[in-house]
């Protein structure tokens, strides 16, 4: 299934998901390094990524992307110290760069650092880092509520427009998250969504409907200069009419 800027993978199970996207953002990663000497990448957070991590960390797929050249940036964070148990940062460490062969030039959120601080001297590094032309790949999961990165239905950061990174208090989840902003994700050459497991299959059918809504879901609000791909496993994809 195609759109303008959307395609969807529909694979049988997580592992066959894990598999195809490693070898996405391989070859994503690779092209990058050989078309401007680099790979700027976006990590997400939570379970369905992190499946990811573990197989890009395996020996048979960690020496395949030249690490040195590669800059690791967060989608979001949750604002907690980086050896925290709910930090993003600790997950990817623990599920792949203490597992790499070299270490990738890495550009963690501070979340140990007070919300507004963190989320602007996040900007202020993007701001340094990143290339005009944005991130080659940001990596996305999807919640059964359709938030994407820390963007969750209700928050005003969707209407954000000028700032690349905000400070949001989530009242569902009692916490502060650090994240991008849509500008930020909408900008990047490639868009990645990860989605996995049968609680997400209503959520996946609502936005492949494609019928317009008063009131969107933040994944919903994607509007990718780039391309945005879908890789999506078969308990999640269990609505589709159609799948490939």
């Given at each position: ?109 501070n979340g140990e650092l007070a919300p507004e601080q963190a989320a602007a001297d996040y900007a202020a590094l993007l701001h340094r880092q990143l290339p005009a032309a944005g991130f080659d790949l940001i990596l996305l999961g999807l919640g059964p509520d359709g938030h994407i990165a820390s963007l969750f239905p ?91």
């Open positions: 299934m195609t759109s303008a800027a959307r395609v969807l993978h529909t694979l049988p199970n997580q592992a066959a998901l894990y598999r195809a996207a490693a070898e996405r953002l391989l070859a994503l990663g690779t092209a990058a390094i050989a078309a401007h000497g680099a790979f700027h990448l976006a990590l997400a957070g939570g379970a369905t990524p992190q499946g990811l991590y573990t197989l890009l960390g395996t020996d048979e797929l960690a020496g395949r992307l030249d690490w040195t050249r590669v800059h690791l940036y967060f989608g979001d964070e949750r604002c907690v110290p980086p050896d925290h148990h709910d930090s993003n940062y600790r997950m990817v460490r623990e599920s792949l760069l203490d597992r790499l062969p070299v270490a990738p030039q890495l550009h963690r959120i209700g928050s005003d950061t969707l209407n954000q427009r000028k700032q690349t990174v905000t400070a949001d208090y989530v009242p569902k989840l009692d916490s502060w998250r650090i994240t991008l902003t849509l500008p930020v994700l909408n900008h990047a050459r490639h868009l990645m969504l990860l989605v996995s497991g049968a609680h997400k299959a209503d959520v996946v059918r609502h936005v492949m409907r494609n019928i317009a809504h008063a009131n969107p879901l933040p994944v919903e609000m994607l509007r990718p200069q780039g391309v945005l791909e879908w890789f999506v496993d078969a308990d999640a994809a269990r609505y589709l009419e159609h799948q490939d």
